[in-house]
């Protein structure tokens, strides 16, 4: 008796943060922030990838009058997902702080794309102890605005405004804020 296997294998990216992914010269792109560590003057190499957790976040939204916070997806394609040389050019043109946080390590186009004045952000998954972006990205949320937003509150809401480090609203299209 002959029998033949086949194994097929999907690789759907964003599903976890894929950082096991990188290669070893990929991954030392990757700083990974120190919990106690304040942010804000860590950011001055744009060609790393920051590793940090929502509280970090926060605390350098409040050195910034208004800042916008993107949950960029880097392979999303939806309408709402956008480039981010265009979101620095509306941050720009309305005096924002641009701060990008990636769903997921995806280093073609985080390369790509990253052309903002601030460096690429992602969830720290040591901290957070997982890898599931989406339990990441959950995480995260509640450290940044100190509360567990709902899913009715945020949707899939890629745009947050800031005052300070004060949400004044989340939004799915930049251009309506």
């Not at 070893?24 to 700083?31: A, C, G, R, T």
């Not at 924002?96 to 004045?117: I, T």
């Not at 957070?128 to 567990?148: H, K």
């Amino acid at each position: 008796m002959l029998t033949t296997s086949c194994l097929i294998s999907i690789q759907i990216k964003g599903f976890n943060n894929d950082y096991k992914r990188l290669t070893d010269s990929q991954k030392q792109n990757v700083v990974f922030v120190e919990e106690e560590e304040k942010i804000c003057n860590l950011l001055q190499d744009s060609t790393k990838i920051y590793a940090v957790n929502g509280k970090q976040l926060r605390e350098c939204l409040k050195d910034n009058d208004t800042s916008v916070v993107y949950m960029w997806g880097p392979n999303c394609s939806a309408e709402h997902c956008i480039l981010i040389s265009a979101c620095q050019d509306y941050c720009n043109k309305h005096n924002y702080k641009l701060f990008v946080v990636a769903d997921y390590y995806d280093m073609e186009p985080m390369n790509a794309q990253n052309v903002a004045v601030e460096p690429i952000l992602i969830a720290n998954h040591f901290y957070y102890d997982r890898l599931y972006a989406n339990t990441l990205r959950r995480l995260f949320l509640e450290d940044l605005l100190q509360y567990q937003p709902s899913k009715e509150e945020t949707g899939w809401c890629r745009f947050m405004l800031f005052k300070g480090d004060q949400l004044i609203e989340y939004r799915s299209n930049l251009y309506d804020m």
